[in-house]
């Protein structure tokens, strides 16, 4: 179980910068003499360039060897972090985070990938528990982590700390993880690459800006168009060739369908999270980052209290049942954060947010599960490097989402400093958005997932979750 524990290295450093930043936002704003909302571009900026550089790393993967790649992507990520610590203006930090996303886009897939060559299926859900712990891990200290930082020394530090994280990871890489390289791949599909890629950019930077004043509105216009052509065009060009970069033959396999696009409306409204519920409690509610951090690391503390008890829900009542009720659950808790008020118990606070991230994290669980129930291991790589596009793209699709609904609040009310009730319509929304996610999972039928959940009551429907 060594090279599990050595990729949930990587799993640790990313998830712990993600969690650690979002609670030093107003601080890092404060430095940089920027509004707290126009600083979701520092979330937002990483997690697009994740999405945007995921498709390609089980291509290089197999082109360089696993070890190397890894090996490289740690590197990179720890570049980024030094720089985001020296940022000393916006521009320099969304420059620095899309580097950092640059590297995580190679380290945590590959790192999936060299787990998934290193084990035998019959040790593979023992090796995924050792690979989600540290995982879980870093969103639970990370909260306070930052929160204590940023209050008693300096954010730049925040950033800093991955340096000793990644020096032991590369030591760890280099003399546990076996070398050695895949079959030759096919040939590379740069224009596939290429079209994505300007889709992203395009769809992701016009949704950030819409109504933001930060670009005229018809440059967001222009943006999302032009995103929306170059996806469109991608589309086309993957039916004609054997090897796209992005394999959209998966979305015909029903339960990969239905993870990827059910968890995409999920994770949209999950994603915002990290983003407004710092904002909302040190700046609507005037406490320290630190203070902030103590409230804020109870819905991590949720999820990985749910860890214990997955597997047998799963086999208790399946996947559908699972993930309508968790749908329903979970954007109800998330709504629930808009009647919150400065004078709000914080004990209740405490208590909201660790229900919703017990059962977000069970629908997490749910949802990544599910979504390789049908596939084979000869599709595996290539699903891999699908699912974690589409994830990511969907958490920043969230921070700009939330960031979109605050700003419009703020200027409706009249008003240039955020407000506690500038809140509610975001909070609302973004639960919505992961409501709206049962409506996917509605159509599954009561045996989806059945091999894989052990849910023996659904062993009857003999295969209505595959290929459909």
Same mark, same amino acid.
């Given at each position: 179980?060594?090279?599990?524990?050595?990729?949930?290295?990587a799993?640790?450093?990313?998830?712990?910068?993600?969690?650690?930043?979002?609670?030093?936002?107003?601080?890092?704003?404060?430095?940089?003499?920027?509004?707290?909302?126009?600083?979701?571009?520092?979330?937002?900026?990483?997690?697009?360039?994740?999405? $945007?550089?995921?498709?390609?790393?089980?291509?290089?993967?197999d082109?360089?060897?696993?070890?190397? $790649?890894?090996?490289?992507?740690i590197?990179?990520?720890?570049?980024?972090?030094?720089?985001?610590?020296?940022?000393?203006?916006?521009?320099?930090?969304?420059?620095?985070r899309?580097?950092?996303?640059?590297?995580?886009?190679?380290?945590?897939?590959?790192?999936?990938?060299?787990?998934?060559r290193?084990?035998?299926?019959?040790d593979?859900?023992?090796?995924?528990?050792?690979?989600?712990?540290?995982?879980?891990?870093?969103?639970?200290?990370?909260?306070?982590?930052?929160?204590?930082?940023?209050?008693?020394?300096?954010?730049?530090?925040?950033?800093?700390?991955?340096?000793p994280?990644?020096?032991?990871?590369?030591v760890?890489?280099?003399?546990?993880?076996?070398?050695?390289?895949?079959p030759?791949?096919?040939?590379?599909d740069?224009?596939?690459?290429?079209?994505?890629?300007?889709?992203?950019?395009?769809?992701?930077?016009?949704?950030?800006?819409?109504?933001?004043?930060?670009?005229?509105?018809?440059?967001?216009?222009?943006?999302?168009?032009?995103?929306?052509?170059?996806?469109?065009?991608?589309?086309?060009?993957?039916?004609?060739?054997?090897?796209?970069?992005?394999?959209?033959?998966?979305?015909?396999?029903?339960?990969f369908?239905?993870?990827?696009?059910?968890?995409?409306?999920?994770?949209?409204?999950?994603?915002?999270?990290?983003?407004?519920?710092?904002?909302?409690?040190?700046?609507?509610?005037?406490?320290?980052?630190?203070?902030?951090?103590?409230?804020?690391?109870?819905?991590?503390?949720?999820?990985?209290t749910?860890?214990?008890?997955?597997?047998?829900?799963?086999?208790?009542?399946?996947?559908?049942?699972?993930?309508?009720?968790?749908?329903?659950?979970?954007?109800?808790?998330?709504?629930?954060?808009?009647?919150?008020?400065?004078?709000?118990?914080?004990?209740?606070?405490?208590?909201?947010?660790?229900?919703?991230?017990?059962?977000?994290s069970?629908?997490?669980?749910?949802?990544?599960?599910?979504?390789?129930?049908?596939?084979?291991?000869?599709?595996?790589?290539?699903?891999?490097?699908?699912?974690?596009?589409?994830?990511?793209?969907?958490?920043?699709?969230?921070?700009?989402?939330?960031?979109?609904?605050?700003?419009?609040?703020?200027?409706?009310?009249?008003?240039?400093?955020?407000?506690?009730?500038d809140?509610?319509p975001?909070?609302?929304?973004?639960?919505?958005?992961?409501?709206?996610?049962?409506?996917?999972?509605?159509?599954?039928?009561?045996?989806?997932?059945?091999?894989?959940?052990?849910?023996?009551?659904?062993?009857?429907?003999?295969?209505?979750?595959?290929?459909q």
């Open positions: 179980m060594l090279i599990p524990l050595i990729v949930a290295c799993l640790f450093m990313e998830n712990l910068d993600s969690t650690v930043l979002a609670t030093s936002l107003p601080s890092i704003a404060q430095s940089f003499g920027e509004s707290p909302v126009r600083l979701s571009f520092a979330i937002t900026s990483y997690l697009f360039s994740l999405a $945007v550089f995921i498709p390609i790393s089980g291509w290089v993967t082109r360089y060897g696993a070890k190397d $790649v890894f090996r490289g992507a590197v990179v990520f720890l570049t980024g972090s030094i720089l985001c610590g020296l940022s000393n203006s916006l521009l320099q930090m969304v420059a620095a899309m580097l950092q996303g640059l590297g995580g886009a190679m380290m945590v897939p590959v790192g999936r990938l060299v787990l998934l290193s084990v035998t299926k019959a593979l859900v023992g090796a995924m528990a050792w690979l989600t712990v540290p995982a879980l891990i870093g969103p639970v200290i990370g909260p306070l982590l930052g929160g204590f930082i940023t209050t008693y020394f300096h954010w730049r530090w925040i950033f800093w700390i991955n340096v994280i990644a020096i032991l990871g590369m760890l890489v280099t003399t546990f993880i076996p070398g050695g390289r895949e030759p791949p096919p040939a590379f740069t224009a596939g690459f290429i079209l994505t890629a300007a889709g992203l950019v395009g769809l992701m930077f016009g949704f950030e800006t819409i109504g933001r004043d930060i670009v005229p509105g018809w440059a967001s216009a222009l943006l999302l168009c032009l995103g929306l052509a170059c996806m469109v065009l991608f589309v086309q060009h993957a039916s004609r060739i054997a090897h796209p970069v992005l394999d959209l033959r998966l979305l015909g396999v029903r339960t369908r239905a993870s990827v696009t059910g968890g995409f409306l999920f994770r949209m409204g999950i994603g915002a999270l990290p983003f407004l519920l710092p904002l909302l409690l040190q700046t609507g509610f005037g406490l320290s980052a630190f203070e902030s951090g103590q409230l804020t690391f109870a819905a991590a503390l949720g999820a990985l749910m860890k214990l008890v997955a597997k047998p829900i799963l086999r208790r009542f399946g996947f559908r049942r699972v993930l309508l009720s968790n749908a329903a659950l979970s954007g109800l808790s998330l709504a629930a954060i808009a009647l919150f008020r400065p004078d709000t118990p914080h004990a209740l606070i405490l208590a909201v947010l660790l229900i919703g991230g017990f059962f977000r069970l629908q997490f669980t749910s949802i990544n599960t599910l979504g390789y129930a049908d596939i084979d291991q000869q599709r595996m790589s290539r699903a891999t490097s699908f699912a974690s596009m589409a994830q990511q793209l969907s958490l920043s699709a969230g921070v700009a989402s939330g960031a979109i609904l605050l700003h419009l609040t703020m200027s409706a009310h009249g008003v240039v400093s955020v407000q506690p009730r809140f509610v975001a909070f609302l929304g973004v639960g919505a958005m992961a409501l709206a996610s049962a409506l996917v999972y509605v159509r599954l039928p009561p045996d989806a997932g059945a091999e894989v959940s052990g849910h023996l009551p659904a062993m009857a429907g003999q295969g209505h979750a595959r290929d």
